[in-house]
């Protein structure tokens, strides 16, 4: 029998790999999440996801989500014309599991609203060593996406955006683990915002930035058992852009299961970063480049968040239900934006999931 | 950044030891977990990229804007 040789790599990937790994289970999770603040903004985000495993090597997976977006903020009220916005989020991939050890996938991703589509495909490869102490995780991700102006799309405007990212999970000793992850992007196209104008002595004009990004980060994070149930984690990032933008980010968590069946997880994450190198709070004559996207200016971030998850049957047994709830307050200082010195929201999820 | 985040990674990895199975029991504890990309943790993700444009590695992948 002749194979042409995509079929043969098939064959070798899916037939003849290593030692099965344990069959995974089906899953499938309702999950729904709020957003609201103190800018007029309010998004509902429900969403559905589903994991099936297709003999023992093979698990397909697929979600559909939607952000109804109500209002618009403060930057771009006076020219986004409509009050509401859905956008629907959809994703499928695949994950073949090459031996007990290692872990090839691929998934698609389709975002949908009136004024801005994206597509892209994520590859990743998970691989553990011999002793199970370190798992070395690679992705590549590519995506393109199609922005305004106008609510259908005309006089549309590209964007492509490449990155590759990579991690390491390390088991330290008999308590701690340690991972590390790198990421690199690069984006190319229009990245300004359709309705965003720029105030410059008296008159209005359209936003400007460069249409090329190129983004470094990197981030570090333990996770130590303090005791049988109880674990403690902290991470620190690092990011930098060609936009001379430079941001710091750490989070505290803490976890504790004080019944088999039951766990909370208590997390603080802040971020503070410059302004990019063209940002400027008021703009006293015309320059080259120009934004009022308050997120290419400096501001400190704090979200403190509180979840609690509710598992059937106890723990060590698989479970067979879960059900989730969580709430945060997301705090926002911005230091040069004159609209609006403090943005303050609130967050909140519920989440089901059910195993077969 | 490099240079600091492979001085971390070379500390952090001369560091272990080897840890046997017996030995794992506190690593498999539930609250050990790690961040699996669940829906919990994907919309984390999405919120921190589109509210406050926090996006550092390991961070969100995601696509489209929902940003208004």
Not at chain 1, 69 to 75: K, N
Not at chain 1, 214 to 220: F, N
Not at chain 1, 243 to 266: C, K
Request: aromatic share 8%.
């Amino acid at each position: 029998m002749q194979l042409k040789p995509w079929r043969w790599v098939l064959v070798g990937v899916v037939g003849c790999g290593g030692p099965l790994p344990p069959r995974p289970r089906a899953e499938v999770t309702l999950h729904g999440g709020h957003y609201g603040d103190n800018d007029h903004v309010s998004v509902w985000s429900p969403s559905v996801r589903a994991r099936v495993p297709v003999g023992r090597r093979v698990t397909v997976s697929a979600s559909y989500g939607v952000d109804i977006v109500s209002a618009a903020s403060v930057d771009i009220v006076a020219s986004a014309s409509r009050m509401n916005e859905v956008r629907h989020d959809t994703t499928a991939g695949a994950q073949v599991a090459v031996d007990d050890r290692t872990t090839v996938g691929v998934s698609g991703r389709d975002s949908r609203e009136s004024d801005y589509l994206s597509d892209g495909v994520t590859l990743t490869v998970d691989r553990e060593n011999a002793a199970r102490t370190r798992t070395l995780h690679v992705e590549a991700r590519g995506r393109w996406d199609r922005v305004g102006p106008g609510w259908v799309l005309q006089d549309r405007a590209d964007l492509g955006v490449g990155t590759l990212a990579a991690s390491l999970t390390q088991v330290l000793d008999r308590l701690t683990v340690l991972r590390f992850a790198l990421q690199a992007d690069v984006l190319s196209g229009y990245q300004a915002s359709a309705y965003r104008y720029v105030p410059v002595g008296g008159q209005w004009f359209t936003e400007q930035v460069p249409e090329l990004r190129v983004r470094g980060s990197g981030s570090a994070r333990i996770q130590r058992s303090l005791r049988r149930n109880v674990s403690l984690l902290a991470e620190y990032g690092l990011s930098g852009d060609s936009w001379g933008l430079v941001a710091h980010s750490g989070e505290v968590g803490l976890r504790w299961e004080p019944a088999p069946w039951a766990m909370f997880d208590v997390r603080a994450r802040v971020m503070a970063q410059n302004g990019a190198s063209f940002y400027q709070g008021t703009y006293a004559s015309l320059t080259e480049y120009r934004t009022r996207d308050r997120m290419l200016g400096p501001m400190e971030a704090f979200w403190p968040t509180a979840s609690f998850r509710f598992d059937w049957p106890a723990w060590p047994a698989p479970p067979s239900w879960e059900v989730g709830v969580r709430g945060g307050w997301l705090h926002q200082q911005l230091e040069d934006y004159a609209p609006l010195r403090s943005r303050d929201a609130g967050t909140g999820e519920v989440w089901v999931t059910r195993w077969f | 950044m490099t240079r600091a985040m492979g001085t971390l990674l070379l500390l952090g990895l001369a560091g272990c030891a080897t840890v046997r199975p017996w030995q794992r029991e506190r690593l498999t504890a539930r609250c050990m977990a790690t961040d699996e990309p669940t829906s919990p943790a994907m919309y984390d993700a999405h919120v921190r990229a589109v509210r406050i444009g926090d996006v550092v590695a390991a961070g969100a992948g995601g696509g489209g804007c929902g940003c208004n």
